[in-house]
Nanobody
Framework: LVQVAESGGGTVQVGGSLTISCRLS????????MGWFRQATGKEREGVGS????????YYQESVKGRFTISQDDAENTVVLQMNDLKLEDTAIYYC?????????????????WGQGSQVTVSS
């Protein structure tokens, strides 16, 4: 049974930092891609970034590049999204999702395992 559990997020002022952790269980960690997505009120879900766990190859959406970092802890089967220099526009619910194999797997397909979501709120 593959399960994805995430924890973290919270509320910070502009310029602050938050972290979300995502734990993958019931699977071979190195065979998966872990993606990060977010959805703000009134907007569609968008990709944030991803990491292919076998090679630690990362990708970041342009809007978060240089501010967000995705890393992995193989001993804990955990992926961490570190968010720095947060902006008002970063306010959203953030989701992690794991898929066996390629990070290019269509996100609406049947093979993604989703975390429950974590609220990130950035205030002025």
């Amino acid at each position: 049974l593959v399960q994805v559990a995430e924890s973290g997020g919270g509320t910070v002022q502009v310029g602050g930092s938050l972290t979300i952790s995502c734990r993958l269980s019931g699977a071979n960690f190195g065979d998966f891609c872990m993606g990060w997505f977010r959805q703000a009120t009134g907007k569609e879900r968008e990709g944030v970034g991803s990491i292919f766990l076998g090679s630690q190859t990362t990708y970041y959406q342009e809007s978060v590049k240089g501010r967000f970092t995705i890393s992995q802890d193989d001993a804990e089967n955990t992926v961490v999204l570190q968010m720095n220099d947060l902006k008002l526009e970063d306010t959203a619910i953030y989701y992690c999702a794991a898929v066996l194999g390629s990070c290019h797997t269509p996100i609406n397909g049947p093979n993604w395992y989703w975390g429950q979501g974590s609220q990130v709120t950035v205030s002025s």
